[in-house]
């Protein structure tokens, strides 16, 4: 099993590994946070999602939080030296009590860290002040933005040294901020109107079978077959030839490594829009006939994504069934870090879904994950057997993979 593994690399070559990680950082550094979505299937352990606008911080254990807040110190005082005030920039869910308690916490942990933090809204950049309450009644106010020359401040006279993006921009770049002097991470450049997820797997695609030459694994083990295919028309039934090629495709690479492996279960597929989040633009499929059948309902679902952006294009990636349950239900571990570096972790749940299916849907929950070291963590304590460093490793991984995404090579313009 993958988790034995891990755990015999890390008693036998931990700090081969711990160099191996530290020179791939220096060829490309981080982005300041990352969340990465695994599947654990028992075999195999791969990352499907890598966030680099992460919510859900609330979610994480108090020992979590005090490591995350140490990193931010760390990453800014080396990067960032001079600064001692930072502006966040949410996104728009002024209504969603659970992202407020994540901003809410953001903010206590660079408070944590020695620097003052404050929101400064989208929404409100041409109104007032937004007062909010979160999910724990912590009071939040969000700013409008006010900009002067290339200097953007917030209304009540807050001057940020340092912009943090916590709006993953599916909607495009904010015009507000482009040309800044301040410092805006992460980049514009790599908000979900631009960025791809076959980009960002064909970087983990490399970086994985680097990873596993050099400690004696099989790729395939940390990673999951993917194809993208571009120009579909969901509504208009156009591209769906090429989509049903690519589920093929994938597919009949996933039947030979199951062979390979003694699997007896069929493989199955997620087709995904290729940029956006929120588990919107997901279905399943188990075969290229499926692609030509699906209804005037499903077609409907994958056309649209968040805030009403069309989606054209695709990706289709390998489905790997969850082993992991928590209360009963099934399962996915979801790793956070703070530029690279794993500081704590949480389990996405969803009780209306099987071990196959997309989890990041209706029903779904979060629980709280203690690392092996937390012996006291409260409500966090909820799941047993945690394997929060090889979940950590595989993470990396996808940070470091997000780092590489290049966008220039792939012809995908701002």
């Known amino acids: 099993m993958i988790l034995d593994t891990f755990k015999q690399l890390s008693e036998t070559r931990h700090d081969d590994i711990e160099r191996w990680l530290s020179a791939r950082r220096k060829e490309a550094s981080p982005f300041f946070y990352t969340s990465v979505d695994l599947r654990h299937s ?7 999602d890598t966030n680099l606008f992460p919510a859900g911080f609330n979610n ?15 990453l800014l005082a080396e990067q960032y030296p001079s600064v001692k005030n930072v502006l966040i920039i949410p996104e728009n869910h002024t209504r969603n009590l659970a992202y407020l308690e994540n901003l809410a916490t953001l903010l206590a942990l660079f408070a944590d860290a020695g620097v003052e933090a404050q929101l400064g809204s989208l929404a409100a950049a041409k109104g007032e002040p937004i007062a909010l309450e979160s999910l724990s009644g912590a009071a939040l106010t969000e700013h409008p933005l006010v900009r002067s020359g290339n200097v953007i401040a917030l209304e009540n006279g807050f001057s940020p040294e340092l912009i943090i993006m916590n709006n993953d921009m599916t909607a495009g770049s904010p015009e507000i901020l482009e040309g800044l002097t301040q410092p805006v991470i992460p980049p514009l450049g790599m ?5 791809r997820k076959s980009v ?7 970086l994985a079978e680097d990873f596993a030459k050099e400690f004696s694994l099989d790729p395939w083990l940390l990673s999951a077959e993917f194809h993208r295919c571009g120009t579909v028309d969901f509504k208009e039934r156009e591209g769906l030839d090429c989509l049903a ?21 069929d493989p199955y597929v997620f087709i995904k829009a290729d940029s956006g989040t929120y588990g919107m633009g ?16 499903d077609r409907n679902k994958m056309n649209v994504i968040k805030e009403g952006a069309r989606v054209s294009e695709v990706i289709i990636q390998e ?7 928590v209360s009963e239900k099934v399962a996915e571990p979801m790793v956070y870090m703070i530029d690279g570096i794993p500081v704590g972790g949480m389990y996405r749940v969803n009780g209306q879904r099987d071990a196959l299916g ?24 909820s799941v047993k057997g945690c394997h929060f460093g090889a979940y950590g490793l595989v993470a990396a991984l996808a940070a470091l993979a997000a780092a590489r995404e290049d966008y220039d090579v792939q012809g995908i313009g701002i």
């Not at 028992?42 to 499907?48: E, K, N, Q, T």
């Not at 489905?319 to 349950?325: E, F, S």
């Not at 990041?360 to 409260?378: K, P």
């Open 191 to 195: 908000g979900w109107y631009r960025r």
């Open 245 to 265: 090629k690519g589920v093929e495709k994938v597919l009949a690479a996933a039947r030979e490594k199951h062979k390979q492996y003694g699997i007896s279960e």
């Open 200 to 206: 960002h797997f064909c970087a983990y695609k490399k």
């Open 319 to 325: 489905g790997i069934p969850t082993v992991d349950v």
């Open 42 to 48: 028992g075999l195999r352990l791969a990352p499907v």
């Open 358 to 381: 997309n989890l990041n849907a209706a029903g779904m929950e979060f629980t709280g994950m203690c690392d092996e070291e937390e012996s006291n963590c409260g409500k966090w304590k």
């Open 60 to 74: 994480l254990s108090p020992a979590a939080r005090v490591r995350a807040s140490k990193v931010i110190a760390r």
């Open 282 to 297: 997901i279905m399943t499929v188990r075969s290229a006939d499926e692609v030509f059948e699906m209804n005037k309902k």
